[in-house]
């Protein structure tokens, strides 16, 4: 069974830099679109990013556009997050999961979330 | 884009059923056949339990279905059980500059 691992939270100051990574050894990678999904503290879900299984075709929201980049290695089976000019609205859990197609469907899979918290 | 509009909560009696409703826009749940709903439990990740707006996946109980009309979706939870308490979340696609946008959520209360 599919299983998303990700990893690279932790804190940072406002203008700083974090990257997040997602990671699964069981399944082709290179076959599936991913997303970035977001939950600030308390609050609900928000889609900011997405990359489709080839990697050459990539979406975000408004809110992080210009600050993240989502880009993946299909010879490590990795997802990656490159997330700059952090600030303190960015703090939240950090989901990676597995689209069921490309660029419409559900997120079929989620990994366990990793926290990023941007505080001085 | 803003977010889909859920009530903020909703409760039932096990064995009860109890449905959640979801507006947006024809912008997107109107448009697209793209809606995706997902339960939440505390300090838990989402979990996928119906898409496409009324297939489950496996393992999903029979117990939830989902609808649409027009610019509003729902889900249904027939015969409440405890475990069913959780926060759930619409999703619809919103089209090829915007991609997705998530429900407000609904806080789903087993009396």
């Known amino acids: 069974e599919v299983q998303l691992l990700e990893s690279g939270g932790g804190l940072v100051q406002p203008g700083g830099s974090l990257r997040l990574s997602c990671a699964d050894s069981r399944f082709t990678f290179s076959s599936y679109a991913m997303s970035w999904v977001r939950q600030a503290p308390g609050k609900g879900l928000e889609w900011i990013s997405g990359?489709?299984?080839?990697?050459?075709?990539?979406k975000y929201a408004d809110s992080v556009k210009g600050r993240f980049t989502v880009s993946r290695d299909i010879s490590k089976n990795t997802l990656y997050l490159q997330m700059s000019s952090l600030r303190a609205e960015d703090t939240a859990v950090y989901y990676c999961?597995?689209?069921?197609?490309?660029?419409?469907?559900?997120?079929?899979?989620w990994g366990q979330g990793t926290m990023v918290t941007v505080s001085s | 884009q803003s977010a889909l509009t859920q009530p903020r909560s909703v409760s039932g009696s096990p064995g009860q059923s109890v449905t959640i409703s979801c507006t947006g826009t024809s912008s997107d749940i109107g448009g697209y056949n793209y809606v995706s709903w997902y339960q939440q439990h505390p300090g838990k990740a989402p979990k996928l339990m119906i898409y496409?707006?009324?297939k489950r996946p496996s393992g999903v109980p029979d117990r939830f279905s989902g609808s649409k009309s027009g610019n509003t979706a729902s889900l249904t939870i027939s015969g409440l059980q405890a475990e069913d308490e959780a926060d759930y979340y619409c999703?619809?696609?919103?089209?090829?500059?915007?991609?997705?946008?998530f429900g407000t959520g609904t806080k789903v209360t087993v009396l």
């Open positions: 999961a597995k689209l069921g197609g490309w660029p419409a469907g559900a997120f079929d899979i």
């Open positions: 990359i489709s299984g080839s990697g050459g075709s990539t």
């Open positions: 496409d707006v009324t």
């Open positions: 999703c619809s696609y919103a089209g090829g500059y915007t991609f997705d946008v």
